[in-house]
């Protein structure tokens, strides 16, 4: 199996210099950023109960913005796995470290999908 020497010449290559070091606090500073972002979704709103229409399509907007960073995310995983398998690249730490990144946020958006999910129960099991 090819893919085990791969891996073996690939991890002297990804740790031993200053780019691959590098390359991991850019991927760490980018989950730190996808993290401050979801945590601003799950943080309470300090809008009043009136809260315009404007307030509301913020919220959507920032739902979306998470979303489509999660889905690029993701897409990049997949592009970086590709090349890995095809032997474009020998960077098993950042084909792992991208995987790693995508299943976080993946884990991330479906908490928040669960506790949309669980909250518009709530309101609807409300009596008016």
């Not at 993946?106 to 609807?124: G, P």
């Amino acid at each position: 199996m090819s893919s085990i020497g791969g891996i073996g010449g690939a991890s002297g290559s990804a740790w031993g210099g200053a780019s691959g070091l590098r390359e991991i606090m850019q991927l760490r500073a980018q989950i730190i950023e996808k993290s401050q972002i979801l945590q601003q979704i799950h943080s309470p709103q300090t809008q009043s109960v009136g809260a315009s229409a404007s307030g509301q399509g913020h919220f959507t907007d920032r739902l979306n913005e998470a979303m489509q960073s999660v889905n690029a995310t993701q897409q990049r995983a997949d592009q970086l796995t590709t090349a890995y398998e095809t032997g474009q690249t020998q960077d098993v730490a950042k084909v792992m470290l991208a995987r790693q990144e995508a299943s976080v946020g993946f884990e991330a958006t479906l908490q928040v999908r669960n506790k949309l999910l669980s909250a518009y129960q709530d309101i609807m099991k409300m009596g008016v």
